[in-house]
């Protein structure tokens, strides 16, 4: 005879039970049950597939279009707002990753979030400003304007002394 182990508070279902609930469950899938295709019937049926037909050719190609770009664009814009110092060579990558169908954008991504070391060892700096972000520069006040005057009122003036020397010299 089997032994059986029971846990305690599980009582064991007797075999008939077991036989009749399959057979009962066989029975139902075997009946025949009507299906339907579409919830849609005659004119409008045909309606529904003329308009899903110009979406599927239509719109869904121009949306997929759209969302490759907009995707592609990503570490460009990420590279711009983290001030990037390398943020237009991480445009040209992206540009280049939509030439070779994708393959470089993991590159320019990976680009755009690190830090660069060597820029900040190189020019003191591992942020820069780009475009909108940029500081405007600071409009010249009067005792700038009057340095510049008088700068140029130099420049002339050598200038002037330089093409007389040479006219004498005989060079000119």
């Given at each position: ?129 780009h475009g909108h ?13 009057t340095e510049l ?24």
């Amino acid at each position: 005879m089997k032994a059986i182990l029971l846990l305690p508070g599980r009582k064991r279902r007797p075999p008939s039970i077991r036989w009749l609930l399959g057979a009962l469950l066989g029975w139902v899938l075997a009946l025949p049950m009507s299906a339907h295709a579409s919830m849609f019937k005659g004119e409008t049926l045909d309606k529904v597939a003329d308009v899903l037909t110009w979406v599927v050719l239509i719109v869904a190609p121009v949306v997929g279009i759209a969302v490759f770009l907009l995707i592609h664009i990503l570490p460009e814009k990420i590279a711009e707002k983290k001030q990037h110092p390398q943020a237009k060579a991480i445009q040209c990558l992206c540009l280049l990753s939509l030439v070779f169908g994708g393959l470089l954008w993991p590159l320019a991504w990976l680009w755009a979030y690190t830090k660069p070391v060597l820029h900040q060892l190189a020019y003191g700096t591992d942020k820069v400003a780009h475009g909108h972000d940029a500081p405007e520069p600071k409009p010249a006040d009067k005792a700038d304007a009057t340095e510049l005057k008088q700068l140029r009122q130099r420049i002339a003036e050598l200038e002037s002394k330089l093409a007389g020397r040479t006219v004498e010299g005989g060079k000119a």
